[in-house]
């Protein structure tokens, strides 16, 4: 009697057909298989030189100081007096930057900072008080700053916005590597306010006019793409930043 039923005999050849063919592929990796002259694959690495962005939205502008909204570039290229993050607790503190260290007075009103020694913006020229000062001086002054509130209450902001004066009276540069301010009144949050990304520290000798000033419609490349117009950071991060069309 045939104990095998057409269903069962179909069964079985598929289960050898499949033992056959795992018995093949072992053999073949035991053998070496393939093209002996066939070049070992090269492990691929990464171009670390370069970091891509996909943001969004087009800018009508990378000057930091002139936006609220596009802060992508300020955030990646440049460096902040102070930096705020949250801790374990998720309480935010606010931490060493560019300043390596400052004291507040008695009266919450004067802060004497001291920059790090040895940075560099990423043209190579040094980081001193005076860059800090035409940071502070550009963003009350620059007809499109909106981010005049970060200083208007340093001591004669006001009165260096209005043109009375080409002098911000509350910026003292003490050394190469050390300024205080003085502000109008205590204003606790004056530290957090630093740590945002439109109070980034720009080159002095380099920055020159709006570095991205472009008119309402036109593509931002032209601006970002400007070599001289690059101001970096204490361990340079970017040379140049380039917009993709």
């Known amino acids: 009697m045939n104990i095998f039923t057409p269903c069962k005999r179909t069964l079985c050849l598929l289960l050898a057909a499949v033992l056959l063919a795992g018995a093949l592929s072992a053999c073949a990796a035991q053998g070496g298989g393939g093209d002996p002259s066939a070049p070992e694959p090269v492990a691929w690495e990464p171009d670390t030189s370069r970091y891509l962005v996909a943001i969004e939205d087009e800018p009508d502008t990378v000057d930091f100081q002139c936006t609220t909204i ?5 955030q990646n290229v440049f460096d902040r007096l102070v930096e705020m993050e949250n801790d374990a ?14 004291e507040i007075s008695a009266d919450r009103c004067r802060y004497a900072f001291h920059l790090r020694e040895g940075v560099t913006f990423s043209n190579g020229s040094a980081l001193t008080a005076s860059d800090v000062l035409y940071t502070f001086t550009r963003l009350l002054t620059h007809p499109d700053s909106c981010n005049r509130d970060i200083a208007d209450n340093i001591v004669g902001a006001h009165r260096l916005e209005a043109g009375e004066t080409d002098r911000l009276e509350g910026f003292e540069v ?3 590597l050390d300024f205080a301010i003085t502000l109008e009144r205590p204003f606790e949050a004056f530290l957090a306010c630093l740590s945002m990304p439109g109070a980034s520290i720009l080159d002095a000798g380099r920055s020159g006019p709006a570095p991205s000033s472009c008119a309402a ?23 140049v930043w380039i917009c993709a069309s």
């Open 70 to 74: 596009h802060y992508t570039i300020a």
């Open 89 to 102: 607790d998720g309480n935010a503190v606010i931490l060493p930057s560019l300043a390596e260290s400052w």
């Open 174 to 176: 003490l050394g190469e």
């Open 217 to 239: 419609g036109s593509r931002a490349e032209a601006c970002c793409s400007r070599r001289t117009r690059t101001a970096g950071r204490a361990r340079p991060a970017a040379r």
